[in-house]
């Protein structure tokens, strides 16, 4: 139980371009999600934080315009990373939970590889 | 301001030794923490966590410590395994928002 599906796992595009990464849970409902980029050999990075119905909290220095976050239902997060340029190339993984649950009440999606060229 | 750090970035261990994989955070908040495995290109895997009422977890082969008074966790490995070659995470969460924040990580090498 409590599975994140992250889609896609890896996209290559061009700049200037948008890319949208979908996060769905599976089995259950996530009320919350929050999304973590990763630049290689570092560490996972909170961009923001997003509840169902409302407007997602970004970490600072995360530009809100850039990085759009929608979390329309109980299952289903996406950010869209707009107009991409080559610095925007990184990991990026999303996350359902803060709440009990097995998992330590956190459940990760399988990260997404973004490359901008 | 890293909250939470581990400050060892590599650590080689022979099969079927213990690994000890060390985290030290900064904010007396922070009121549960979780440890997680990780391969390149996926996800973190969780392994085990602890709330900051305990200072003691085990399950199986691992065991994670947390003494709250130098505000530092220890992950044990007993016995390694090749298999449990990845890049290990400690990671907090305050009593805010439910955020995790995450250590560097460090990187676990079983050798057979």
């Known amino acids: 139980g409590a599975v994140v599906s992250q889609h896609p796992s890896w996209v290559i595009c061009k700049s200037g371009t948008s890319v949208k990464i979908e996060c769905r849970s599976l089995?259950?409902?996530?009320?919350?999600m929050f999304w973590y980029r990763q630049f290689p050999k570092q560490s996972l990075m909170l961009m923001a934080t997003?509840?169902?119905?409302?407007?997602?909290?970004?970490e600072q220095g995360v530009e809100k315009d850039k990085f759009l976050i929608n979390h329309a239902s109980l299952t289903l997060s996406t950010l869209t990373v707009t107009s991409a340029h080559p610095e925007d190339s990184s990991f990026y993984i999303c996350s359902a939970g803060g709440g009990a649950g097995g998992k330590g009440g956190y459940t990760f999606g399988s990260g997404t590889r973004l490359t901008v060229v | 301001d890293q909250q939470v750090k581990q400050n060892s970035p590599s650590l080689s261990v022979q099969e079927g030794r213990i690994s000890i994989l060390n985290c030290d955070y900064t904010n007396s908040m922070f009121d549960y923490f979780l440890w997680y495995k990780k391969y390149p290109a996926e996800g973190p895997t969780f392994l085990i966590s602890?709330?900051?009422?305990?200072d003691k977890n085990e399950d199986g082969r691992f065991t994670v410590f947390l003494n709250k008074s130098a505000k530092h966790l220890s992950l044990h490995i007993v016995p390694s395994q090749p298999g449990d070659s990845a890049v290990y995470f400690c990671?907090?969460?305050?009593?805010?928002?439910?955020?995790?924040?995450f250590g560097g990580g460090t990187r676990l090498m079983v050798k057979p």
């Open positions: 990671a907090a969460r305050g009593n805010a928002g439910n955020m995790l924040t």
């Open positions: 602890i709330s900051s009422i305990k």
């Open positions: 089995d259950f409902q996530a009320t919350t």
């Open positions: 997003s509840n169902e119905g409302s407007k997602a909290t970004y």
